[in-house]
Nanobody, 116 residues
Framework: VQLVESGGGLVQPGGSLRLSCAAS????????MGWYRQAPGKQRELVAT???????NYADSVKGRFTISRDNAKNTVTLQMNGLAPEDTAVYYC???????????WGQGTQVIVSP
């Protein structure tokens, strides 16, 4: 299983970024996909998840600003981030969870920095 994230970078407060994760080696349509983040000195935390039937869940801190979506034809999951704030600065990780096997996989992470 391979998850490859892209789209991170430096953005000013109030700006937008779009993260993408391309999955391979997994039956993508059956996996619950998610984005997590880890800021310096903090634990990794949930940002958003999307199930195989596209039911979504968001951390309270990103509700109304971030949108997770998936494209099962392209084996990709996307996180659209709007209204970014300095506290959103973190390494963002793509996650794939297989309910049938109760296992999950992680990407290598992509850095997001929100700074003036």
């Amino acid at each position: 299983v391979q998850l490859v994230e892209s789209g991170g970078g430096l953005v000013q407060p109030g700006g937008s970024l779009r993260l993408s994760c391309a999955a391979s080696g997994i039956l993508f349509k059956n996996a619950r996909m998610g984005w997590y983040r880890q800021a310096p000195g903090k634990q990794r935390e949930l940002v958003a998840t999307i199930t195989s039937v596209s039911s979504t869940n968001y951390a309270d801190s990103v509700k109304g600003r971030f949108t997770i979506s998936r494209d099962n034809a392209k084996n990709t999951v996307t996180l659209q981030m709007n209204g970014l704030a300095p506290e959103d600065t973190a390494v963002y990780y793509c996650n794939a969870f297989r309910p049938l096997f109760q296992d999950d996989y992680w990407g290598q992470g992509t850095q997001v920095i929100v700074s003036p």
